[in-house]
């Protein structure tokens, strides 16, 4: 049975949480949304490492701490992001968090215990589509060589970043993407590849990571989305490593990637389970889908050909974002 977080959006964005709920996955598939609800305004994403929790407060601009405390979690203060709708959050270290915000496209840098932001790099830039009418990052992502890559959808930018010793990030590289594309999701495949989710355009791209220059090394369209009338949400990777899920919003469902050996292809598209899949969780053989306008978590039983079985459904409001403990 895993233990399960659920960010969700607050009145001040449109939904009705009341902040982080408590949820646990049993192995049939129940989903059982119970315990406290740890109480902040829309922590429309959540980032857990050791004993401690971020969630971004996206309609307030903030970030909120939380450390373990026993079997659950303890308010450890908030703090000011200095960007506006920060909407996903990655651990750089313990004590250190980036944070990107898609109102003005900034990354800022906080530290455990700081009362505001380290640091603050600017978003620039913008692209064709009418929703691309400024820098609207995302995304963070850490490598294993200790790279962070951000990603901007309004700008068609993935930008590297290195760490040095002060813990400060320097922008030292930026991959022109194809305009249109809106990147905004990435994974890391078993190939030491990186899956890249492209919003706008509805379609995956593959990277290369290596070296100094990364390279696209596959474009591949999502099975059932439309551009121009779907959005692509999010990733997640089944438990073997043989599939990637993406949500698309819109045409509310799941388009499934088989990854082989010479490539990604897409396979089948399967109902969402309801309106607007926002973020999706493998959980072992399960996959959780947060459908954010319908109020509902939809779990589907991964079956042995990659293919999605919808097994339940519950209720939670406007979620966005399942996390696994």
Same mark, same amino acid.
């Given at each position: 049975?895993?233990?399960?977080?659920?960010?969700?959006?607050?009145?001040?964005?449109?939904? $009705?949480?009341?902040?982080?709920?408590? %949820?646990?996955?049993?192995? =049939?598939? @129940? /989903?059982? !949304? *119970?315990?406290?609800?740890?109480?902040?305004?829309?922590?429309?994403?959540?980032?857990?490492?050791?004993?401690?929790?971020?969630?971004?407060?996206?309609?307030?601009?903030?970030?909120?701490?939380?450390?373990?405390?026993?079997?659950?979690?303890?308010?450890?203060?908030?703090?000011?992001? $200095?960007?506006?709708?920060?909407?996903? %959050?990655?651990?750089?270290? =313990?004590? @250190? /968090?980036? !944070? *990107?915000?898609?109102?003005?496209?900034?990354?800022?840098v906080l530290r455990h215990g700081g009362t505001a932001p380290a640091q603050r790099l600017e978003g620039s830039g913008s692209g064709p589509l009418p929703a691309q009418d400024g820098p609207h990052a995302h995304?963070?992502?850490?490598?294993?060589?200790?790279?962070?890559?951000?990603?901007?959808?309004? %700008?068609?930018?993935?930008?590297?970043?290195?760490?040095?010793?002060?813990?400060?990030?320097?922008?030292?590289?930026?991959?022109?993407?194809?305009?249109?594309?809106?990147?905004?999701?990435?994974?890391?495949?078993?190939?030491?590849?990186?899956?890249?989710?492209?919003?706008?355009?509805?379609?995956?791209?593959?990277?290369?990571?290596?070296?100094?220059?990364?390279?696209?090394?596959?474009?591949? %369209?999502?099975?059932?989305?439309?551009?121009?009338?779907?959005?692509?949400?999010?990733?997640?990777?089944?438990?073997?490593?043989?599939?990637?899920y993406a949500g698309v919003r819109g045409a509310d469902l799941v388009s499934v990637i088989a990854l082989e050996d010479d490539g990604a292809r897409g396979i089948a598209s399967v109902p969402s389970g309801g309106?607007?899949?926002?973020?999706?969780?493998?959980?072992?053989?399960?996959?959780?889908?947060?459908?954010?306008?319908?109020?509902?978590?939809?779990?589907?039983?991964?079956?042995?050909?990659?293919?999605?079985?919808?097994?339940?459904?519950?209720?939670?409001?406007?979620?966005?974002?399942?996390?696994?403990?």
């Amino acid at each position: 049975m895993s233990s399960l977080l659920i960010g969700a959006y607050g009145a001040d964005m449109g939904g $009705g949480a009341a902040g982080i709920a408590t %949820a646990r996955s049993a192995p =049939d598939g @129940t /989903v059982v !949304v *119970a315990g406290p609800v740890l109480a902040c305004p829309s922590p429309s994403w959540l980032a857990v490492r050791g004993d401690r929790l971020v969630a971004t407060l996206e309609g307030t601009g903030g970030l909120a701490w939380f450390r373990r405390d026993g079997d659950g979690w303890a308010a450890d203060g908030v703090v000011a992001t $200095g960007g506006r709708w920060p909407c996903h %959050a990655a651990f750089l270290d =313990d004590d @250190t /968090v980036a !944070v *990107a915000s898609y109102g003005d496209g900034a990354i800022t840098v906080l530290r455990h215990g700081g009362t505001a932001p380290a640091q603050r790099l600017e978003g620039s830039g913008s692209g064709p589509l009418p929703a691309q009418d400024g820098p609207h990052a995302h995304h963070v992502h850490v490598l294993p060589d200790g790279r962070v890559l951000t990603l901007d959808l309004g %700008a068609d930018r993935l930008h590297v970043h290195a760490r040095g010793a002060d813990g400060r990030l320097e922008r030292i590289d930026s991959l022109a993407l194809p305009e249109g594309t809106g990147p905004r999701d990435l994974i890391a495949l078993p190939s030491g590849e990186l899956a890249l989710l492209g919003e706008w355009s509805c379609e995956l791209l593959i990277l290369d990571p290596a070296g100094i220059d990364f390279e696209i090394v596959q474009i591949l %369209a999502l099975p059932g989305a439309t551009p121009g009338a779907d959005q692509a949400a999010a990733l997640s990777l089944s438990a073997d490593g043989r599939h990637l899920y993406a949500g698309v919003r819109g045409a509310d469902l799941v388009s499934v990637i088989a990854l082989e050996d010479d490539g990604a292809r897409g396979i089948a598209s399967v109902p969402s389970g309801g309106h607007w899949p926002r973020h999706l969780l493998v959980d072992g053989e399960l996959l959780h889908v947060a459908n954010q306008l319908s109020d509902t978590i939809a779990t589907f039983r991964i079956g042995a050909d990659g293919i999605p079985v919808p097994i339940a459904a519950v209720t939670t409001p406007a979620p966005t974002r399942i996390l696994a403990l």
